[in-house]
């Protein structure tokens, strides 16, 4: 998991709620992501951002919103527009030099459960 | 468009077998292909990558893959099999072409090494 952190762990909303994930690394990478994970589902992208004040909506952007005010941190909120939430939530991040070639690092993600 | 296939939900291989994780891709140019671990509730830990060059790549933790072009293959292996390599193998694969170096993940391998 390295040096890129997400917080809380596990983290419970009621319907009707808006929360935000917290994703915070200290790579000093540009680009950040975040997926999704769902049983059986794989990985699938919410949103990415390549540079500061600047993102872009990943396969299933609808109902959340993110920021990227600073290179570090990345945030997201899954607001009450997003019909089924719960889920386990992954934050990562690139370099973003190599292009292509990049690597992407996760953090340890936040579980999700709307009670 | 760029997918992946991971055919088999589950492979179960006893202790010091060789362990073989299938996975097959489909991009429009060249593939750049990865492969992830996932231990419970943890976020997915890098293993290997597949640029260029050698077939056969090398990566964390004792375990290889080879990159196949003509059946479209990319399979993670293991000559000897631990019962701490039980966990969920993600493999991943990028277009040069790609929006955003976007990812695309397989549904996901679980592996279980039964002593």
């Known amino acids: 998991d390295g040096g890129i952190t997400q917080s809380p762990k596990y983290l419970f909303r009621k319907e009707g709620q808006n929360v935000t994930l917290s994703c915070e690394q200290n790579?000093?990478?540009?680009?950040m992501y975040w997926y999704r994970q769902d049983p059986g589902q794989g990985l699938r992208l919410i949103y990415y951002s390549q540079i500061v004040n600047d993102f872009q909506k990943g396969d299933i952007a609808e109902g959340y919103s993110v920021s990227r005010e600073k290179k570090e941190s990345f945030p997201l909120t899954v607001t009450s527009a997003q019909k089924n939430p719960t889920a386990f939530y992954l934050c990562?991040?690139?370099?973003?030099?190599?292009?292509?070639?990049?690597?992407?690092?996760f953090g340890p993600g936040t579980r999700l459960t709307v009670l | 468009a760029q997918s992946v296939a991971q055919p088999e939900d589950q492979v179960n291989v006893a202790e010091g077998n060789p362990l073989t994780v299938k996975c097959t891709y489909s991009?429009?140019?060249?593939?750049?292909l990865f492969w992830y671990v996932q231990y419970p509730n943890r976020g997915l830990q890098f293993l290997l990558k597949?640029?260029?060059?050698?077939?056969l790549v090398k990566g964390s933790y004792g375990f290889e893959a080879e990159f196949n072009k003509s059946q479209t293959s990319f399979h993670l292996k293991k000559p000897s099999a631990l019962v701490s390599d039980s966990a969920l193998y993600f493999c991943a694969v990028r277009d040069r072409r790609a929006a955003g170096n976007k990812l695309t993940f397989g549904g996901g391998t679980r592996v279980l090494v039964k002593p």
């Open positions: 991009v429009s140019g060249n593939p750049y």
């Open positions: 597949y640029i260029t060059g050698d077939n």
């Open positions: 790579l000093n990478h540009d680009a």
């Open positions: 990562a991040s690139s370099p973003g030099l190599a292009g292509y070639r990049d690597t992407q690092y």
